[in-house]
């Protein structure tokens, strides 16, 4: 059909009167309109389905097919059916117009012809022709933009009745949409959801960004979070709702996979850094340098390696050592530590887990042993695992291959393992808590971490390196350490080691008010009846918690900020913070972060 707006429009006239035709094309023609002649039934059938004009005049009374047939026949074929007819004819029972009306015409010319009328009667319905030919096209957009966008789109009366489902909607919520048109909205929203709704609906805001946290219910009824928008517009005097929704449950569980993925990529460095911070063993005491040639020794070999030693000696920086010096230095070292995590995960943090191993499990995992593969994995406080573990790790150390939790496929795995403990495992095996194979197994090359008391000649170099490091850190210049304070620092038995020195000398310098190194009544030789082993554990929590209260304190409890404490600690607020809930430091009531 000819479009109005860009050409003349074609209206083909159907008359078996010449006269009639000749009056007619003169007034159509005189007014701009292209004009086609058909002087039959059968002849204007052919000629609208060819020529598709955009409004047709048609004669009722004619030979062989009248008016009313051939009006029934166009409105029969597809192609022509959507083409507006105006009857003329000089009958002027109202039956007859009913009839022609019934049949699909839009309007009636009454003969003999009025310029005018006919004018403005053709003018009137080519218009509303093309307003409708407008109209079909935006809604065919707007259907075409709604079935193919990717969001969830569904709107809704002033009743809570779905009145619109699209094709996203449908794949988001699990049902067709003939399933939930004309049913109550509410069936898809989770309570809280629904009341959002419904207080939206009470008020008058005409756009809603919905707050973070929503759910919506499947068609199981299964919750899942969403992000969403509501919006209302008015349709005959009713509110009339949209609301767009999108599905987050995979994108939630993408970040958290991610998150968690650049966690361990960043664990290492952020725990050496925050629980040892320091990037290499000070010293030159005999004891050191021993260490430092078994290092050099086993570094390039594939062996297990067994680092024992008190607590604070820096077992992880001699791991650490031995990976950094070996072939394997291009690949990652992961650590686990077996005393920080519970029993029941410490399978899935070593060997990961499929999804839907156990409650929680909603994604699959990935184990130490999957990260470390081709590097070299450090298991710290080995001694702490679980007996039904210590065969499964025994298994991979000898076989190289483990299973998931709760998978079935057998994995293999190139890993150099490097074991570290302050725990006589020895005794262990004797008392039945760990398997001696397994000890045998990684006692394969043993080096023992000397404690600071043995080796009290790189304790001068020892402070100095943390007065340094911690005095540029605060923006602090100490040049001066007195020999009385040096003095005080080789004669205590430091049984918290040198991750108790470290503390120790932070401490001092956050106090210090000048370019000489102060220092306080805070070193305490253990009683003798506590016993060695739990003195060291006890003094080394004691020392921390009243180093970090101190920081605190200096810092008016501010935790993160350029000037909070976790910046004087040189540590992250976040391990500040995990620090503090350790040691039960709470802040004090009134207190703030920067």
Not at 175 to 190: I, K, M, R, S, Y
Not at 354 to 362: N, R, S, V
Not at 473 to 494: C, E, H
Not at 543 to 568: D, N, P, Q
């Given at each position: 059909?000819?479009?109005?707006?860009?050409?003349?429009?074609?209206?083909?006239m159907?008359?078996?009167?010449?006269?009639?035709?000749?009056?007619?094309?003169?007034?159509?023609?005189?007014?701009?309109?292209?004009?086609?002649?058909?002087?039959?039934?059968?002849?204007?059938?052919?000629?609208?389905?060819?020529?598709?004009?955009?409004?047709?005049?048609?004669?009722?009374?004619?030979?062989?097919?009248?008016?009313?047939?051939?009006c029934?026949?166009?409105?029969?074929q597809?192609?022509?059916?959507?083409?507006?007819?105006?009857?003329?004819?000089?009958?002027?029972?109202?039956?007859?117009?009913?009839?022609?009306?019934?049949?699909?015409?839009?309007?009636?010319i009454?003969?003999?012809?009025?310029?005018?009328?006919?004018?403005?009667?053709?003018h009137?319905?080519?218009?509303?022709?093309?307003?409708?030919?407008?109209?079909?096209?935006?809604?065919?957009?707007?259907?075409?933009?709604?079935?193919?966008?990717?969001?969830?789109?569904?709107?809704?009366?002033?009743?809570?009745?779905?009145?619109?489902?699209?094709?996203?909607?449908?794949?988001?919520?699990?049902?067709?949409?003939?399933?939930?048109?004309?049913?109550?909205?509410?069936?898809?929203?989770?309570?809280?959801?629904?009341?959002?709704?419904?207080?939206?609906?009470?008020?008058?805001?005409?756009?809603?960004?919905?707050?973070?946290?929503?759910?919506?219910?499947r068609?199981?009824?299964?919750?899942?979070?969403?992000?969403?928008?509501?919006?209302?517009t008015?349709?005959?005097?009713?509110?009339?709702?949209?609301?767009?929704?999108?599905?987050?449950?995979?994108?939630?569980?993408?970040?958290?996979?991610?998150?968690?993925?650049?966690?361990?990529?960043?664990?290492?460095?952020?725990?050496?850094?925050?629980?040892?911070?320091?990037?290499?063993?000070?010293?030159?005491?005999t004891?050191?340098?021993?260490?430092?040639?078994?290092?050099?020794?086993?570094?390039?070999?594939?062996?297990?390696?067994?680092?024992?030693?008190?607590?604070?000696?820096?077992?992880?920086?001699?791991?650490?050592?031995?990976?950094?010096?070996?072939?394997?230095?291009?690949?990652?070292?992961?650590?686990?530590?077996?005393a920080?995590?519970?029993?029941?995960?410490?399978?899935?943090?070593?060997?990961?887990?499929?999804?839907?191993?156990?409650?929680?499990?909603l994604?699959?995992?990935?184990?130490?042993?999957?990260?470390a593969?081709?590097?070299t994995?450090?298991?710290?406080?080995?001694?702490?695992?679980?007996?039904?573990?210590?065969?499964?790790?025994?298994?991979?150390?000898?076989?190289?291959?483990?299973?998931?939790?709760?998978?079935?496929?057998?994995?293999k795995?190139?890993?150099?393992?490097?074991?570290?403990?302050?725990?006589?495992?020895?005794?262990?095996?004797?008392?039945?808590?760990?398997?001696?194979?397994?000890?045998?197994?990684?006692?394969?090359?043993?080096?023992?971490?000397?404690?600071?008391?043995?080796?009290?000649?790189?304790?001068?170099?020892?402070?100095?390196?943390?007065?340094?490091?911690?005095?540029?850190?605060?923006?602090?210049?100490?040049?001066?350490?007195?020999?009385?304070?040096?003095?005080?620092?080789?004669?205590?038995?430091?049984?918290?080691?040198?991750?108790?020195?470290?503390?120790?000398?932070?401490?001092?310098?956050?106090?210090?008010?000048?370019?000489?190194?102060?220092?306080?009544?805070?070193?305490?030789?253990?009683?003798?009846?506590?016993?060695?082993g739990?003195?060291?554990?006890?003094?080394?929590?004691?020392?921390?918690?009243?180093?970090?209260?101190?920081?605190?304190?200096?810092?008016?409890?501010?935790?993160?900020?350029?000037?909070?404490?976790?910046?004087?600690?040189?540590?992250?607020?976040t391990?500040?913070?995990?620090?503090?809930?350790?040691?039960?430091?709470?802040?004090?009531?009134?207190?703030?972060?920067?």
């Amino acid at each position: 059909m000819t479009d109005i707006a860009q050409s003349a429009p074609a209206v083909l006239m159907v008359d078996d009167t010449p006269a009639n035709l000749g009056v007619l094309y003169e007034v159509l023609s005189a007014a701009g309109y292209s004009v086609l002649v058909a002087e039959d039934g059968e002849s204007a059938l052919e000629r609208a389905a060819y020529a598709q004009p955009d409004l047709i005049l048609l004669d009722v009374m004619m030979p062989g097919i009248d008016g009313f047939e051939t009006c029934r026949r166009l409105k029969e074929q597809p192609e022509t059916q959507a083409i507006p007819i105006i009857f003329m004819s000089a009958l002027s029972d109202t039956v007859d117009k009913i009839r022609g009306l019934q049949l699909g015409a839009v309007d009636y010319i009454t003969k003999p012809f009025q310029h005018e009328e006919v004018l403005a009667r053709v003018h009137t319905h080519l218009t509303l022709q093309q307003l409708k030919r407008t109209l079909a096209e935006r809604e065919a957009r707007l259907s075409a933009l709604v079935t193919s966008a990717m969001d969830a789109i569904l709107t809704f009366d002033a009743d809570g009745l779905i009145t619109l489902f699209n094709p996203a909607a449908e794949a988001m919520f699990g049902c067709n949409a003939a399933e939930v048109l004309g049913q109550p909205l509410d069936t898809l929203l989770a309570a809280p959801l629904r009341q959002v709704v419904h207080d939206y609906q009470r008020q008058s805001e005409a756009r809603l960004w919905l707050p973070e946290g929503l759910q919506a219910l499947r068609g199981n009824g299964q919750p899942f979070p969403i992000e969403a928008t509501l919006s209302r517009t008015l349709v005959t005097g009713q509110p009339f709702y949209t609301m767009i929704l999108r599905d987050i449950e995979a994108r939630q569980q993408a970040e958290a996979e991610f998150n968690r993925l650049h966690g361990l990529n960043l664990y290492l460095r952020d725990e050496i850094q925050a629980e040892h911070d320091f990037e290499e063993m000070i010293g030159a005491s005999t004891a050191l340098r021993a260490v430092l040639q078994e290092v050099e020794a086993v570094a390039g070999t594939q062996a297990t390696v067994l680092i024992t030693g008190e607590t604070g000696t820096g077992k992880e920086l001699i791991a650490r050592a031995i990976h950094n010096r070996s072939t394997r230095q291009a690949k990652p070292l992961i650590k686990l530590n077996c005393a920080a995590i519970a029993a029941s995960l410490a399978e899935s943090e070593l060997f990961g887990h499929e999804k839907g191993a156990f409650t929680g499990a909603l994604t699959r995992k990935i184990g130490r042993f999957e990260l470390a593969n081709g590097g070299t994995l450090f298991l710290d406080e080995v001694g702490e695992l679980p007996l039904d573990l210590q065969a499964k790790l025994l298994r991979v150390l000898q076989e190289g291959e483990f299973e998931r939790v709760g998978g079935s496929q057998t994995l293999k795995t190139d890993v150099r393992v490097i074991a570290a403990t302050n725990r006589d495992l020895a005794q262990r095996c004797r008392e039945g808590q760990f398997r001696a194979d397994l000890y045998y197994r990684l006692n394969v090359f043993p080096v023992e971490s000397p404690a600071l008391r043995s080796r009290r000649e790189d304790i001068p170099l020892l402070v100095r390196h943390f007065v340094q490091k911690y005095a540029a850190s605060l923006g602090k210049s100490i040049d001066t350490v007195p020999l009385a304070t040096l003095a005080r620092l080789q004669a205590y038995s430091w049984p918290g080691n040198v991750r108790e020195l470290q503390h120790v000398i932070e401490r001092a310098v956050i106090i210090s008010r000048s370019s000489t190194l102060e220092f306080g009544d805070w070193l305490r030789e253990p009683t003798a009846e506590a016993g060695p082993g739990k003195v060291s554990v006890l003094t080394l929590e004691e020392m921390e918690y009243e180093h970090i209260l101190k920081a605190l304190e200096t810092t008016s409890w501010r935790v993160s900020g350029e000037h909070g404490a976790a910046r004087l600690l040189g540590l992250k607020p976040t391990t500040l913070e995990a620090r503090m809930k350790k040691l039960g430091i709470e802040r004090k009531r009134g207190g703030f972060e920067a």
